[in-house]
């Protein structure tokens, strides 16, 4: 959420920051209209306060006086009665300016490219090789049910369209990546690892940005009820769309200690997306799913170091792709593209061969204090008295289903196998080639 004190004093800049990424940026005339009956309210209600205490000191002297204080009760009730009415107007005017931040997005840093969509986004650096095939490269739902390692039929049957079940080798390697890339940010990136639930409440969600907004890109469980847009409770639960809600909210109301640097998780969970506005999209495969797996990870900084972190989470998200021989490009998102709490986003993007292109494996985003705005997070700056709040950060580290199609596309053979990365070899027990798979039945 953007600061109240920051909009007021920079309305021109928030409106065009605002309409750089798409936004309406109409909506700052109605809190300019706010704001001014909301301070306009607040002062003349201390002027009347003032006036009854004035009032008050009338209303003793007269009664010692032995005076009829009758006058001085009636223009103390109604200066009561008025102030009251102030009161009740600025607190409207101030649910309304609330409301009306909560609905604006995060503004783009200076570094951010102005753009439209994803076309305008500016390639940043490229690395690996394009794998040249000397047959024809096949898509990753065709390997896998080749393979007999993806059934999407049957997910289909158990629980509808966009989710798929894993066999054998195929379980085997997403149990893998998920290890691998655990072992890797915890050992050599220096993340600690967190398992949260992956059940939210509402507040949880509000934090991180995706309520009221976006709810129905999200699951909600009916188990207290149906979801009320602005009725934000602690009981009631939400299927999490990545782990950075429920990481992000491990802090939610607390003052944290950032004295000895960032703090960093890493967290492996499931994740549930209703993609309710992808219809017609990548209806084939693994790509955007109802439910999948992610490692996701998450840093809380001071703000003098975000952009740094920043730097380096993305790092050490592209890290796992070099490491695994997946080619990647890095990509800055223009204004139009990010997200709707980032203030700047990376997405690396791995390429696979059998669909001929580059697709979105991860997405790096620095919050600035937009979330811990939201939620409440705060730090102590060292010889403050005051507390501020942090900088948060989050990343894919990576997403695990779609590291693992770009595996089967890049390491397809002719025969119709596919080779394990060397990096994985350990973590599948020594298996080196995936071949095709007897349904059931131990290999």
């Known amino acids: 959420m953007l600061d109240l004190g920051f909009v007021r004093a920079n309305l021109p800049l928030v409106e065009e920051k605002l309409r750089s990424r798409g936004a309406d940026a109409s909506v700052l005339a109605d809190f300019a209209r706010l704001d001014a009956e909301r301070r306009t309210a607040i002062t003349e209600a201390e002027t009347l306060k003032a006036q009854r205490n004035a009032l008050s000191e009338e209303f003793a002297q007269t009664k010692r006086a032995g005076g009829d204080v009758a006058d001085v009760s009636r223009r103390s009730g109604e200066l009561k009665e008025r102030t009251a009415s102030l009161e009740a107007t600025a607190t409207a005017a101030d649910d309304k300016l609330r409301d009306l931040l909560q609905g604006l997005p995060n503004l783009p840093h200076e570094s951010v490219p102005a753009g439209k969509s994803e076309h305008d986004n500016v390639l940043v650096k490229s690395w690996g090789e394009i794998p040249t095939l000397d047959f024809p490269a096949k898509p990753h739902w065709e390997l896998g049910e080749e393979l007999g390692i993806l059934d999407f039929g049957r997910a289909a049957k158990i629980s509808g369209s966009r989710f798929v079940v894993h066999f054998g080798s195929g379980a085997r390697l997403e149990r893998a990546l998920a290890n691998f890339m655990l072992d890797l940010h915890t050992r050599e990136h220096g993340y600690a690892e967190v398992l949260p639930p992956t059940m939210v409440n509402s507040k949880s969600l509000f934090g991180t940005g995706q309520l009221p ?3 129905e890109d999200l699951f909600h469980c009916d188990d207290k009820g149906p979801y009320v847009p602005g009725q934000l409770q602690d009981s009631d639960h939400w299927l999490i769309p990545t782990a950075e809600v429920p990481v992000t909210n491990l802090f ?11 703090i960093s998780f890493a967290a492996f969970t499931s994740c549930f997306r209703s993609e309710a506005g992808s219809y017609g999209k990548d209806v084939r495969g693994m790509i955007r799913q109802h439910q999948f797996q992610k490692v996701e990870l998450v840093k809380f900084t001071r703000p003098e170091d975000s952009f740094a972190q920043h730097e380096q989470l993305t ?9 695994l021989g997946l080619p990647y490009r890095r990509m800055l998102l223009c204004t139009g593209d990010m997200g709707f709490s980032s203030a700047k986003t990376y997405d690396l993007e791995v390429w696979l061969p059998g669909q001929a292109t580059y697709r979105e494996i991860s997405s790096c985003s620095n919050f600035e204090s937009f979330q811990a705005r939201r939620a409440n997070i705060r730090y102590k700056p060292a010889g403050e008295k005051k507390s501020e709040f942090v900088h948060t950060l989050n990343g894919s580290g990576l997403a695990v289903g779609r590291t693992y199609l770009a595996i089967l596309e890049n390491y397809q053979q ?5 080779r394990v990365p060397e990096v994985l070899q350990p973590y599948m027990g020594g298996e080196t080639v995936i071949t095709k798979q007897s349904l059931g039945r131990a290999l």
């Open 213 to 215: 907004k976006f709810a």
């Open 252 to 262: 939610r109301d607390e003052t944290i200690d950032l004295s000895s640097g960032a």
């Open 315 to 323: 790092r050490d998200a592209e890290t796992v792709l070099e490491k």
């Open 414 to 418: 002719a025969d119709g196998s596919v």
